[in-house]
């Protein structure tokens, strides 16, 4: 996570005088597009193998690699290296910039004879073409303090939330902002504004340069300091986007990136319940959550923390961790080492805690949420096996359908199969002989691969579907003439509705 909306930590945070940094930022565009400081330049300049190795943050191929690549060399293993680089090299590839001016900037220091980054700069591409992100140096490749108020830069979760993201318009709220990428890619996909929060000063600065280096208009862009909703009380967008500090641990705070100061999974179960209130009719949400795993089931947790009239939200669990997994993990991650030490101690308390609360696992997944005025409608499921990106769009067309499903009278619709749907069928050997059915399946070949089992009267049915033949209760009247069964009208409904809600089935309009 590299979003943070819960409380800040007990020290002060590291504040950067602002203008210097951002006023920077907005002239090292230049030099960086002179150099082809680019995603498309880096690939370029590295090759396959290098960048590969970059990802792994192995960085010997990747000096290699940069060794005849001029400026553009120079600015990969200052910012993507961490590098201690010659002062004339870093002078010649800022172009136009003077290397004293970054000094004091704070966005370079001097070391010994050459000069280092003090922050994390890359360029980032969303979907929308390059964006540069500053944030703070991780420690993956040169060592580093982790602080309180530390931004993390452009991870896992923050990609898989671009990609989850259903596709922004109008006003957008990023709670939590961080390094402010998603931020730049709701202005990227289409957001007319972007409101963005934080609960530091230093991830409001980070996310300023990075608008500015990206030469985002400030008018598009209103940046607030607080924690949850509370610099937005009173303000309803079109879409909000959230990547809280989502945890699951005690209730306190060590690092804002990833602490609430909430206990367990509060902190999803606060922004879940009260999304809803700031968004516009029809207004949309993604949200990255984690919840505990106990001894119930954890749909019903996730679905109580959602409202029961007003909503309409579609849950899905990516990925569960077990408790030692997991808590390893987030230590690493803060710079400490689970094995021995501090590290040792915090591992120690921190599953203690989980063990008290009977915690099993630790669920993960996204949360998609729409406005709409009627009783909620909520769907909780697992899906962890691979699916197509991105997901954002299916979300949108999932909720769509869900509001279909609920203006229609499904035996009167004409419905069809769409192009994607495939039948599996698979059998055994039978105990006499011969090969015997087992089980049935209509699957979705695309998107998020969707299979739902039927029997041979609904494989019968989805067969006889048309959109542009007969409505449903004329093609279940024929099934059941034809057959002799006389099909449960609500055996029927559950069956092709949950097949529109997948989108197996699909209306003729």
Not at 77 to 85: G, P
Not at 220 to 235: H, I, K, Q, S, Y
Request: glycine share 10%; with cysteine; net charge negative.
């Amino acid at each position: 996570m590299n979003e943070q909306a819960g409380s800040p930590g007990s020290s002060e945070p590291k504040i950067i005088p602002p203008a210097p940094l951002v006023g920077l930022a907005a002239r090292l565009r230049q030099p960086f597009l002179d150099a082809g400081f680019d995603t498309d330049g880096v690939l370029q300049a590295l090759g396959p193998d290098a960048h590969a190795a970059l990802g792994r943050a192995e960085p010997v191929p990747v000096r290699r690699a940069c060794a005849d690549a001029d400026e553009l060399g120079t600015l990969i293993r200052l910012f993507l290296l961490a590098d201690t680089c010659g002062a004339d090299a870093v002078d010649a590839a800022l172009g136009a910039v003077p290397l004293a001016q970054a000094v004091a900037a704070g966005l370079l220091e001097r070391d010994g004879d050459g000069v280092r980054t003090r922050m994390d700069l890359r360029p980032v591409d969303t979907g929308h073409g390059t964006r540069w992100v500053f944030s703070d140096l991780d420690g993956s490749i040169r060592p580093t303090v982790v602080a309180d108020d530390h931004v993390l830069g452009v991870g896992h979760a923050s990609l898989s939330l671009v990609r989850a993201s259903v596709p922004a318009s109008g006003r957008v709220l990023d709670l939590g902002t961080g390094c402010g990428v998603q931020a730049l890619h709701a202005l990227g996909a289409g957001a007319t504004h972007v409101t963005a929060t934080d609960v530091t000063d230093r991830s409001l600065l980070l996310t300023r340069a990075g608008m500015a280096i990206n030469a985002i208009a400030p008018e598009r862009v209103d940046l607030r300091r607080g924690p949850w909703f509370e610099p937005v009380a009173g303000m309803r967008f079109d879409h909000v986007v959230a990547n809280p500090p989502f945890v699951v641990g005690p209730p306190t705070v060590t690092h804002t990136y990833r602490d609430s100061g909430l206990d367990l999974d509060g902190a999803s179960q606060m922004v879940v319940s009260s999304v809803a209130e700031h968004l516009v009719d029809g207004g949309t949400a993604c949200l990255l959550a984690s919840w505990v795993i106990t001894g119930s089931d954890w749909r019903e947790r996730v679905a109580s923390w959602i409202p029961d009239h007003g909503v309409d939200a579609w849950v899905v669990q990516r990925d569960v961790a077990d408790p030692a997994l997991y808590v390893g993990t987030w230590l690493r991650d803060g710079g400490l080492d689970p094995r021995a030490g501090a590290g040792a101690a915090a591992a120690e308390e921190w599953l203690d805690h989980l063990a008290r609360a009977a915690v099993e696992g630790i669920g993960f997944g996204f949360v998609y949420l729409r406005r709409t005025g009627e009783p909620s409608d909520v769907l909780a499921e697992e899906m962890s096996h691979a699916v197509d990106d991105p997901l954002g769009p299916e979300a949108a067309a999932y909720l769509d359908r869900v509001a279909w499903l609920r203006e229609t009278d499904l035996f009167a619709a004409r419905l069809g199969s769409s192009d994607s749907v495939a039948l599996e069928e698979i059998s055994a050997i039978a105990p006499e002989g011969g090969w015997e059915q087992v089980v049935c399946r209509l699957h979705r070949t695309d998107g998020p691969r969707w299979a739902h089992e039927v029997d041979g009267w609904g494989r019968a049915l989805v067969a006889g579907l048309r959109r542009d033949g007969l409505p449903l209760a004329d093609v279940v009247a024929l099934l059941s003439a034809a057959t002799g069964v006389d099909l449960d009208d609500d055996a029927v409904l559950a069956l092709v509705s949950g097949l529109v809600r997948h989108g197996l089935l699909t209306p003729d309009s």
